[in-house]
């Protein structure tokens, strides 16, 4: 995506379950750039995922989103992820899939990068796309790319991630409005 960012806001979260952003889409933009520095798993459960919050502050996690991944292994064949893929009651209530299967201790997020687009206009459908790279011990590469939606008509104006297995995750989000 080419365009100018404009820094809006950014937040750390250190052995948590979650970490928001609210408060960061308004009419100021159409397009957001969304990035994750330091993102950790703690713990041995390798479950992320993205959501939205909605214009009264709640975390939209209730069935409205779809999507599709691609997870890119170095160390196995290609594999596609979507809602069914996840075979759980949460995998319809999270914008993308970040699972690891790993058996090697916790994964880290090396660098993700989500576009949003139109999240405030509530007259629309909310969409992003997202790319991820992240590695799970020395040898082992983990890169997704992916498309995502938000099938309700709602001002969006945050997001959320979260590990949606045992343990808790550390990381620093960034947002950016796109010019």
Same mark, same amino acid.
């Given at each position: 995506m080419v365009g100018n960012l404009q820094f809006i806001k950014s937040e750390t979260g250190s052995d948590v379950a979650s970490v928001s952003v609210t408060n960061c889409f308004s009419d100021n933009y159409d397009v957001y750039m969304v990035s994750i520095s330091k993102w950790k798993y703690v713990g041995t459960s390798n479950a992320g995922g993205m959501r939205f919050i909605d214009s009264g502050g709640s975390v939209i996690s209730d069935s409205e989103y779809d999507f599709a991944d691609l997870q890119m292994r +170095?160390?196995?064949?290609?594999?596609?992820?979507?809602? @069914?893929?996840?075979?759980?009651?949460?995998?319809?209530?999270?914008l993308c899939g970040m699972d690891t299967s790993n058996a090697n201790g916790p994964a880290i997020h090396e660098g993700f990068t989500a576009y949003v687009y139109n999240p405030f206009d509530s007259s629309s459908y909310?969409?992003?796309?997202?790319?991820?790279?992240?590695?799970?011990?020395? +040898?082992?590469?983990?890169?997704?790319?992916?498309?995502?939606?938000?099938? @309700?008509?709602?001002?969006?104006?945050?997001?959320?991630?979260? +590990?949606?297995?045992?343990?808790?995750?550390?990381?620093?989000?960034?947002?950016?409005?796109?010019?």
């Open positions: +170095n160390y196995a064949a290609y594999q596609e992820l979507k809602p @069914s893929t996840f075979g759980s009651s949460t995998s319809t209530s999270i909310t969409f992003t796309n997202f790319q991820d790279a992240s590695v799970y011990d020395v +040898n082992n590469m983990l890169p997704y790319k992916g498309i995502g939606v938000h099938k @309700s008509t709602e001002q969006i104006t945050g997001i959320n991630f979260l +590990n949606r297995g045992t343990g808790n995750i550390s990381a620093t989000i960034n947002v950016y409005g796109v010019k």
